[in-house]
């Protein structure tokens, strides 16, 4: 089963998404901010990330930065999931490794369609 | 709806799109037309119905697009589009060099997805197909999904669905609330008002023909007509991609499935391709060999 790990500092946000996400099969950690989510990777490194921008502590994009540097952090697929829904954020986060970014609100869909845009479905 | 409004609903729509409602399709009906009779100021679809007996031809036209206007969104089911862009779009490249034109037809376009997302594709290859006269056709039923797709304007939902981040980077700009594909892609698609019931003979042939969840809305003696006109109207060497629950088996002999390739489909009439490998790749080794 492949995994995934669901950061966002709204635990509503996490459990939509692990909702979602179990249900196409994946097993499911979360984090709450991005120190946390690495912390999460140096002990597992998961096949995915689903990933929130503004969070306390380290956002997304310090996140996304630090695991693209970790020893095999280059293989989980990045879905960037935010309510930061403009151009600039966009490229910002791809320049910075994001394989996929998902613009909240999002719904099944969507996130099905994500994941099978980076391969994972 | 008593039994009779929607006995007479579904003879209407069968009569004017084709579309063959089998008799369990009431709900289908009510989540369409309940919408659009409120919109109309009408309690509900037995008013709707009167009005329609009584007519009122602009509504009739509502209801036909209210209940032929179906989900679409870019690059559905993705395999279709990888077949195009790996496959049949470079074996049409090598095919063609001679005359460097190409016809694309999108046969139900819908409000747009589809014959964009071939647009979009086709810009991706421009290493193949630079000074080439490409024409992407997109016909539709509905007057009203035309104008919607013309427009080019899809909402934060409808560019998330199908469309690779990086393509919407680069082909679309942000107008507030919702994202305009860039005048370059959507001046590569024509749009076009066409009901699939009628000769279709004047719009010319074509190299590539997408007519994708459509023809399941269609009776069996419909769909064999269809194909058979479509057969008309593609070049021998000519694809045709249908949609994933979509099949010609077993309701016409004009077309074969296309090997190796599933979802698409070639002339009956075109030459028969070595087992493995698909016609235009054969035809492609074979130029690069001479």
Redo the contacts between chains.
């Keep these: 089963m492949r995994t995934c790990l669901v950061v966002d500092d709204s635990s509503v946000i996490r459990k939509v998404a692990r909702r979602i996400l179990e249900g196409l099969d994946f097993q499911i950690t979360e984090a709450e901010d991005g120190a946390k989510a690495l912390e999460a990777c140096k002990r597992t490194m998961p096949d995915a990330v689903l990933l929130d921008w503004n969070m306390p502590v380290m956002d997304g994009y310090e996140f996304l930065g630090n695991l693209r540097r970790m020893p095999g952090g280059d293989q989980p697929k990045v879905v960037f999931c935010t309510t930061e829904n403009d151009v600039a954020h966009i490229a910002r986060a791809l320049h910075a490794g994001a394989n996929e970014y998902i613009m909240k609100p999002f719904d099944r869909d969507i996130v099905t369609a994500k994941f099978q845009e980076v391969g994972l479905i | 709806m008593t039994p009779l409004d929607y006995e007479y609903l579904r003879k209407l729509l069968k009569e004017r799109s084709g579309l063959d409602l089998s008799a369990d399709k009431q709900y289908l009906v009510e989540s369409r037309l309940v919408p659009l009779a409120r919109r109309s100021n009408l309690a509900g679809i037995p008013e709707l119905v009167q009005r329609i007996k009584g007519g009122a031809e602009a509504l009739t036209s509502e209801v036909v697009e209210a209940m032929t206007t179906n989900e679409t969104?870019f690059f559905r089911d993705?395999i279709p589009f990888d077949h195009l862009k790996d496959t049949v779009l470079p074996g049409l490249a090598q095919a063609r060099a001679g005359r460097r034109a190409l016809r694309i037809w999108c046969a139900a376009g819908s409000t747009g997805q589809e014959p964009y997302s071939i647009a979009m594709l086709v810009k991706e290859m421009t290493a193949l197909f630079t000074g080439w006269r490409i024409e992407i056709v997109a016909t539709d039923l509905s007057q009203a999904v035309l104008e919607k797709a013309r427009a080019g304007l899809f909402s934060?939902?409808e560019v998330?669905?199908?469309l690779?981040?990086?393509m919407?980077?680069k082909y679309f700009a942000?107008q507030g609330e919702l994202w305009q594909l860039n005048a370059d892609i959507r001046g590569m698609v024509q749009h076009r008002q066409l009901n699939l019931l009628q000769d279709f003979a004047h719009l010319g042939t074509f190299d590539v023909i997408f007519c994708r969840n459509v023809l399941i809305y269609f009776d069996q003696p419909t769909k064999a007509a269809i194909f058979g006109k479509l057969a008309r109207v593609l070049e021998p060497d000519g694809v045709l991609a249908l949609g994933a629950a979509e099949s010609v088996v077993g309701i016409t002999s004009v077309f074969r499935p296309y090997p190796d390739r599933r979802g698409l489909y070639q002339p009956s009439t075109a030459p028969v391709a070595r087992a493995g490998a698909a016609p235009h790749v054969l035809k492609a080794v074979a130029s690069a060999a001479r």
């Design positions: 969104f993705k934060q939902f998330q669905r199908g690779p981040i990086q919407l980077v942000q």
